[in-house]
């Protein structure tokens, strides 16, 4: 879409006050497809949109006034692009899923995984991992729970970068292992692709980036689960912490290894 032609639609959408680079990502992601299922969401769930909080290569996530259960919320709404995504990489993640598998198609494989992801964060949140809550889904678009303070979103881990080494970061590191536990015992899944860039820090860490995240009779659950693991040891021992990637496997999986490794 062309930025000269944003105005009307920014409008519709009761777009809050952004700046032009803000401007510039909303006409890359609004395609007449998003669009319509923006204004189906915004009569329901938003407010007023706001400025933009990432931007990335599958997804872009803007902030938004919403509403959810008649109380009002700051959200977080992540469109992913259709145009740009790389299904290829989706697929691993999607075939082995007995949720999914059945309904695969080049078409829809978009808006499958805006749905994965939004089932995956259901899940998990269930089952008291801290996640963003997940408020609703249509087709490219995912609404979830906001997470940061006055429309600015909490830094990941890596962002945080040496300013981490000033807060508790055992404390933090035995929450973020707990919620890995909890993610594979109670929510029986398996994150996939955590690490430090997707693990936010706010008063405590919140995983986030679901999307990729399987079940854990997925064949390659319990490989991804020691790759998480392995990323989370990794960055956290550049902090000082020494301890075994074997050791935090047993104390996430416990006795319902039924896989092997």
Avoid: C
Avoid at 175 to 189: G, I, S
Avoid at 206 to 227: E, F, N, T
């Amino acid at each position: 879409m062309r930025v000269e032609d944003l105005d009307r639609y920014l409008d519709k959408l009761r777009i809050k006050e952004i700046g032009e680079e803000d401007r510039k990502i909303y006409a890359e992601v609004l395609d007449q497809r998003t669009l319509k299922t923006l204004y189906k969401l915004s009569t329901k769930f938003i407010k007023a949109m706001g400025g933009v909080v990432s931007t990335g290569k599958e997804a872009n996530v803007f902030y938004a006034d919403g509403i959810f259960e008649g109380k009002e919320v700051a959200m977080a709404v992540k469109i992913y692009r259709i145009e740009t995504s790389s299904f290829d990489k989706m697929d691993e993640y999607i075939f082995g899923d007995r949720r999914f598998e059945h309904r695969i198609s080049a078409k829809e494989k978009i808006y499958l995984w805006t749905e994965k992801e939004f089932r995956n964060l259901e899940r998990a949140f269930d089952s008291g991992v801290r996640v963003p809550k997940p408020y609703a889904y249509l087709r490219n678009v995912l609404l979830m729970e906001f997470i940061g303070e006055n429309e600015t979103p909490a830094p990941t881990l890596v962002e945080l970068g040496k300013e981490l080494a000033e807060l508790d970061v055992e404390k933090i590191f035995d929450e973020v292992v707990e919620d890995v536990r909890k993610l594979f015992q109670k929510a029986e899944l398996v994150h996939a692709d955590l690490s430090e860039y997707n693990i936010m820090l706010l008063e405590n860490p919140v995983i986030i980036d679901m999307g990729q995240a399987v079940l854990k009779d997925h064949p390659l659950a319990i490989s991804y689960l020691r790759r998480d693991i392995r990323n989370v040891v990794r960055f956290f021992s550049k902090f000082g912490l020494r301890v075994s990637e074997e050791e935090i496997f047993e104390e996430i999986v416990g006795e319902s290894n039924e896989n092997g490794d």
